[in-house]
T-cell receptor, first 111, second 112 residues
């Protein structure tokens, strides 16, 4: 029941845009997005709640489609610092439920 | 403001041994979750502690156990270590009914 992310990997030039998708087989309460750089801990980017709005963080934003049980992460005008592996994390019950991470998407941004 | 602190950072154990990993949550956080991350994989949920009780558990055998102390810090114990237990163990803290987890830098466990 692990969320499935697509694509598995993305290669970009600086300034290009990317979209990362996260799909769940169960109805979602919330979707979290994290970025993990090599050898480091995952860092919280944002959270989207059932019935909530699209949230943004600088040039990174996300959407949450409750009907499709999907979330998408949008990276606009990518920077070198955006490189890393992106994970979505999902909660199905409420905000006390365990956070289950997706399969991950590796993003590499080149000059 | 200190974030999540984990110790030790690296550990090498022999198959069959037991190991204890420690975690101090971020100030203001009362809930601790433990994850196992194999190389190139996403973090796998082990269990979550709140009010010194195990609240939720993932698909891990009973060899994996934990504890939370009154100061919210936590320990992860693994008995009868297997080679397959080699991984990065991450501790994440949060506020119960809050939003967003803060992760520690992890403990890299190698079982030989």
């Amino acid at each position: 029941q692990q969320p499935v992310q697509s694509p598995q990997a993305v290669i970009l030039r600086e300034g290009e845009d990317a979209v990362i998708n996260c799909s769940s087989s169960k109805a979602l309460y919330s979707v979290h997005w994290y970025r993990q750089k090599h050898g480091e801990a995952p860092v919280f980017l944002m959270i989207l709640l059932k019935g909530g709005e699209q949230k943004g963080h600088e040039k990174i934003s996300a959407s949450f489609n409750e009907k499709k049980q999907q979330s998408s992460l949008y990276l606009t005008a990518s920077q070198l610092s955006y490189s890393g592996t992106y994970f979505c994390g999902t909660q199905w019950g409420d905000n006390t439920d365990k956070l289950i991470f997706g399969t991950g998407t590796r993003l590499q941004v080149f000059p | 403001d200190a974030g999540v602190t984990q110790s030790p950072t690296h550990l090498i154990k022999t198959r069959g041994q037991q190991v204890t990993l420690r975690c101090s949550p971020k100030s203001g956080h009362d809930t601790v979750s433990w994850y196992q991350q194999a190389l190139g994989q996403g973090p796998q949920f082990i269990f979550q502690y709140y009010e010194e009780e195990e609240r939720q558990r993932g698909n891990f055998p009973d060899r994996f156990s934990g504890h939370q102390f009154p100061n919210y810090s936590s320990e992860l114990n693994v008995n009868a270590l297997l080679l397959g237990d080699s991984a990065l163990y991450l501790c994440a803290s949060s506020r119960f009914r809050g939003y967003g987890y803060t992760f520690g830098s992890g403990t890299r466990l190698t079982v030989v």
